[in-house]
């Protein structure tokens, strides 16, 4: 229990009062004595034009202060959130202690702002009151005044002369001619974007190489299902239905991304491509692109480029010599459509992830001779039943998912890692999974606890690898049914199988290489050129500061963008890039709440 006489509504409303005022009065020193002495503050656009998360009282008084960001910056009317979820509630924070955490809307003359936070309880003072300080604080740009994001049209246009046809026949036309953005990737990252630009009032345009909306799904192997749980990967404006399954199969994704085009009413042109060496003219602001649209040349003058093919780029397979003398097959994974082909052959799987997992247990049941996973390096593994103890109370069923993504987003990554990382919950990790992990031991298979410890969450922001959620593979790996060679590579080919870096040979029909793919960055340099690129930052991975690094924010080249992430991640920060183009639209300075802005 919250060891207070008053209950977390109170202390809430105490702490968000003086809160508020400290920062209207900007004094630095009042807003910082807020925050625990290693409390984190996570800005989302509300002091500066990008993401930055602060540990401790001298960080966080710096950013404060460096550039007047605070002392520029008007806020105004700070309140509780009222919505279920978000009002103060109590929260576990340790053996018989409770903390409190809540969200609060706050103004700015442009803008207004959403915040949450996680209060704890500071050892009572000579009175006996308690003090209640930030472990951290998150706070964000919600909306633009005057341009707030549309809820819905009426469906009666013109006073209920004109059918919907006609109207949007013509607004495509209009978007087709003149786009302010255009999303190279019609996958899920780049339809929510144009999604979310459509309720901002931003028209964009998306090219989707493949020739139909959900094809790049379709073509991976057939048994792939989404290993995170439906509440995780809904989409923005349309969630999923009661009856949606709880893991969604590739063919079902693969359909409701192509309704979602319809519904959503978005322009995307399919089989088309950008083409190399677009050119921005700093001076107009704007790109010269050109477009194969289904085998005719367009050439368009967007203000606003996002890529949006994903973190990975190419496949990644690596060199190795003589391959030509292989008889078998060869292939990376993205080519694997299914075990059908390999029945009765012997067949290596190079690479321990997520993929290769999933190839080895299909291979097995489909019926190959046999199966065996080379693994490189080690690799962390969880079971499915332990990643959904801790992954559901993230992403609840029948809570908006506004509400889910809020709370989420919210904690500061680099502090989930120092509290994932902690030995009680890396103890509780590997206990709960003891078995399973010493099966795999057993079995040759090499396995880690993940970055400092920190397990699967942190493995996702910074390499989108080296782990697998277990949705069967390692029963096949402890009973034989897929081996493991550990901690060697393939040196080269042979006539009939291959040649390892300890000096061994296995003979082998086919070789796959689950080895995942290059980042997405170097890709990009085939169309862009490698003069745009070089300018721009590292795609992917956690900065020094524990944000995504070059993914919806500035990436070092005006007007070019990269939206990278998984489903979550598009939901979240399409708004934040939309609120970025849409002030660059505006002629807004370079600090969202500056209250001599032209919106002010």
């Known amino acids: 229990m919250v060891h207070s006489s008053t209950g977390p509504n109170a202390i809430a409303s105490k702490w968000l009062e003086t809160f508020g005022k400290a920062l209207q009065t900007k004094d630095v020193d009042k807003v910082v004595d807020h925050f625990m002495p290693h409390g984190w503050l996570r800005d989302a656009l509300v002091f500066g034009w990008d993401f930055r998360a602060l540990e401790g009282h001298k960080k966080i008084a710096s950013y404060l202060s460096d ?45 207004r702002c959403t915040g949450f936070t996680a209060l704890l309880p500071e050892p009572s003072d000579k009175e006996g009151y308690e003090k209640w300080k930030a472990l951290f604080v998150y706070v964000y740009v919600d909306e633009i005044k005057g341009h707030e994001e549309i809820d819905h049209e009426s469906g009666l246009y013109e006073g209920h002369t004109r059918p919907w046809g006609e109207v949007k026949a013509e607004r495509d ?37 493949t020739p139909r909306v959900g094809d790049h799904w379709r073509r991976r192997y057939p048994m792939l299902t989404l290993h995170t749980p439906r509440t995780h990967h809904q989409f923005l404006y349309a969630p999923f239905p009661k009856n949606w399954p709880t893991f969604t ?46 085998g005719t040349s367009v050439v368009l003058h967007p203000a606003n480029i996002i890529v949006a093919t994903g973190a990975l780029g190419d496949a990644n397979i690596p060199t190795i010599p003589s391959a030509s003398l292989f008889k078998g097959v060869t292939m990376h994974s993205s080519n694997y459509m ?81 509290i994932l990382g902690s030995e009680p919950l890396q103890q509780d990790r590997e206990t709960f999974d003891k078995e399973m992990l010493d ?91 490698e003069e745009i690129i070089s300018r721009t930052k590292k795609v992917w991975g956690m900065d020094e500061e524990g944000e995504i690094s070059g993914s919806y924010r500035p990436t070092g080249h005006p007007g070019l963008w990269f939206a990278t992430g998984d489903f979550f991640n598009a939901r979240v920060m399409s708004k934040q890039l939309a609120l970025q183009i849409k002030a660059q639209q505006l002629g807004l300075s370079s600090s969202v709440g500056l209250a001599s802005s032209k919106l002010a």
């Open 67 to 111: 550039g007047d960001a605070l002392a520029q910056t008007a806020t105004s009317d700070f309140t509780l959130d009222t919505r279920e979820g978000l009002i103060p509630e109590e929260f576990p924070a340790g053996p018989n202690v409770n903390g409190i955490q809540f969200a609060f809307h706050f103004e700015t003359p442009s803008t």
């Open 173 to 209: 036309l209009e978007i087709e001619r003149n786009p302010n953005t255009v999303i190279i990737g019609g996958g899920q990252s780049g339809l929510m974007v144009a999604a979310r630009f459509r309720a901002m009032g931003i028209s964009t345009l998306v090219i989707e190489k």
């Open 249 to 294: 199969p590739r063919d079902r994704l693969a359909s409701w991304m192509e309704q979602y085009v319809d519904t959503q009413d978005l322009v995307v042109w399919t089989s088309s491509y950008p083409l190399p060496d677009p050119v921005y003219d700093r001076q107009s602001g704007r790109w010269t692109l050109g477009v194969n649209k289904s």
């Open 338 to 418: 299914g075990g059908t082909p390999f029945v009765g052959k012997k067949v290596l799987v190079v690479g321990s992830g997520n993929t290769s997992a999933d190839v080895c247990q299909d291979l097995v049941t489909q019926g190959a001779a046999s199966v065996t996973m080379i693994q490189r390096s080690s690799s962390y593994v969880i079971s499915s039943k332990l990643f959904l103890r801790d992954f559901n109370p993230r992403f609840k069923e029948g809570v908006h998912p506004d509400i889910n993504d809020l709370k989420t987003c919210a904690m500061p990554l680099g502090l989930l890692k120092h």
């Open 439 to 529: 099966g795999l031991a057993r079995n040759g298979f090499k396995w880690n606890p993940g970055i400092d410890g920190s397990g699967i969450v942190i493995l996702v922001y910074s390499k989108l690898g080296g782990y697998f959620i277990d949705v069967g593979v390692t029963d096949m790996i402890i009973d034989g049914r897929v081996k493991v060679k550990s901690g060697i590579e393939i040196s080269e080919f042979k006539e009939t199988g291959v040649k390892f870096s300890d000096g061994s040979e296995q003979e082998a029909d086919a070789v796959i290489f689950a080895t995942g793919f290059k980042n997405t960055k170097p890709s990009m340099a085939n169309i862009f050129g």
